[in-house]
Structures are given as structure tokens and as C-alpha cells.
């Protein structure tokens, strides 16, 4: 996978949003969560528990889009 693909919703205007996938295991449920406006981080949170998540970006870091998260 390409560490410079982004992916991003859909939206008026043609500009989507960047997100990453997020599984949350225990709660069986998916969401997304964005990008800050900064952009030094994507956060959201799980729309069952409501168990906050936050992943920073760094260089040198992964081009993974979809993550797993292990709610309380």
C-alpha cells in the first residue's frame, strides 16, 4: 500500500474528509475518526461506549487505514 494514499468521505464539493477505519472488537461495532484540524492527529470514539481514540501522525509512521481497538 501506498504510505501517500489517503482516504476520505465523500462530500459536497468535491473535498472529503480524511479517516481511518477503526474496529472496535469489543463493543462489535465500526466507526471512523478524523483528522484534527492541526493535523497532527485523527481522534474520535467508539459510537457504542463512547471510549475515546486518538492516533497521532508522525513521520515515519504507517500507511495502515483500518485499525482494531480494544474498548474498556
Avoid: W
Amino acid at each position: 500500500m501506498n504510505s501517500d494514499q489517503t482516504f476520505s468521505s465523500p462530500a459536497p464539493g468535491g473535498k472529503g474528509k480524511e479517516f481511518l477505519g477503526i474496529h472496535f472488537v469489543k463493543c462489535g461495532t465500526y466507526g471512523r475518526i478524523y483528522k484534527n484540524q492541526q493535523g497532527t492527529a485523527y481522534s474520535g470514539h467508539c459510537p457504542r461506549c463512547m471510549h475515546p481514540i486518538r492516533v497521532r501522525i508522525a513521520p515515519g509512521g504507517t500507511g495502515n487505514r483500518f485499525f482494531k481497538c480494544f474498548c474498556p
